[in-house]
């Protein structure tokens, strides 16, 4: 599986930015879709995730500190999965990847297998 992500840019506090990750190659593997970010000399952590397959297709899941702000979403004719951004503020400024997981719903990026390069998202004050 080959992911492609895109979107990133410079945006002012309170703005908007929508990221696209276009997935490739054997997606009827992928059971999970998510989006992590690493800011400077922290962590990468978790964003949003989506079911890609299975039973429960579709369900998301949003971290705390991007819930009603966020909305992760997919195209499926385009195999492609979106990561909205509304009322960004600095403290999103972070390099975003998407992943893709064989398996369950998952917060740790270490049990991921496929990733995308990261694109950059600056949110000035």
């Known amino acids: 599986v080959q992911l492609q992500a895109s979107g990133g840019g410079l945006v002012q506090a309170g703005g908007s930015l929508r990221l696209s990750c276009a997935a490739s190659g054997r997606t009827y593997n992928v059971d999970v879709m998510s989006w992590f970010r690493q800011a400077p000399g922290k962590e990468r952590e978790f964003v949003a995730a989506?079911?890609?397959?299975?039973?429960?297709?579709?369900?998301?899941y949003y971290a705390d500190s991007v819930k009603g702000r966020f909305t992760i979403s997919r195209n499926n004719a385009k195999n492609t999965v979106y990561l909205q951004m509304n009322n960004l503020n600095p403290e999103d400024t972070a390099v975003y990847y998407c992943?893709?997981?064989?398996?369950?719903?998952?917060?740790?990026?270490?049990?991921?297998?496929?990733w995308g390069q990261g694109t950059q998202v600056t949110v000035s004050s």
């Open positions: 992943a893709g997981r064989v398996g369950t719903y998952d917060t740790d990026y270490a049990n991921y297998q496929f």
């Open positions: 989506l079911r890609w397959s299975g039973w429960s297709v579709g369900m998301t």
